[in-house]
């Protein structure tokens, strides 16, 4: 059975790993330093582990911490590990920013979850309100490895199906192309136009549309022109009007260079500034 420490065990994401970690058959230790995370813990029944006894011992360390931590946390947890254990990140950007403690006796392995699909069907109520997964909606994750072999692939993916269960499908990526899922396309593009569209809900209502009316008539219009604009509706496609406004948006709301996001520069910039520890306002 191997051996599994989870650092960051009370946090965001580690109380969500810890979860499903409890179910597993793995032997699990929670490493957490924080008050509240340490409460949050044994309020689950779970006790949390000395990191020089945990650490040492596992066959797999996974950091479930902030990437603003990750190069200092890596820095004292990584030398502590046994020689032909493995360390598991859940975002690649600590790795792609160079910030991670290099060992040659250590695989390095990368699981993030796409989370559930917008258009995932579920069968009832808890999974259809689980937006973020991990729970009881399906997710697919997509994982890298950095530094191993295919045996050491193939136990990071094992894990990281469990970790972020359920998971309908895993895609195996490289450490660029993980790049340009995040931050490039889903946090740097899809949040910014996400973050507009939610200001512009806001603007209609500060003009006199009732709410309610305005979140519905937007949220069922983005589901039928995301179905249209992704496929899932096969020969649909967007009336003469609606082309013609779309047009519009574009000419006066997206910049013309807008793909540069997905250069290798940009993405190096995009990343140096999400892992500094420096407040962005």
Known sequence: MLKITLTGAGGKMGLRLTRNLMKSRYN????EVNSVGIHKLQEMGV?????E??????????????????????????????????????????ALAG?????????????????????????????????????????????????GNEKDYKRGEELARVFYAPV??????????????????VTTLASACMFIIRQGLDEVIDKGVPANAARDFLLGHLRMQMAVLFDELPGAVFSDATNKALRIGLDEIISEDWREIFDSESIREQIKIITSPAPIY
């Open 28 to 31: 699990i230790s929670y490493l």
């Open 47 to 51: 006790t949390v582990c000395r990191q």
């Open 53 to 94: 006894e945990c650490v040492p011992a596992a066959d797999i360390v996974i950091l479930a911490v902030p990437d603003t931590s990750l190069e200092r946390l890596s820095e004292e947890i990584i030398p502590m590990m046994k020689a032909g254990s493995m360390i598991i990140m859940l975002d690649p950007a600590a």
């Open 99 to 147: 910030k991670l403690y290099p060992r040659d006796d250590i695989s390095y392995f990368i699981a993030h979850p796409a989370h559930p699909s917008v258009f995932n069907w579920e069968p009832d109520r808890e999974a259809m309100n689980d937006h973020f997964g991990g729970v009881a909606a399906k997710q697919s994750i997509v994982c890298t490895l950095i530094r």
């Open 168 to 185: 309908e499908r895993s895609h195996r990526l490289s450490l660029e192309q993980m790049g340009l899922l995040k931050p490039a396309l």
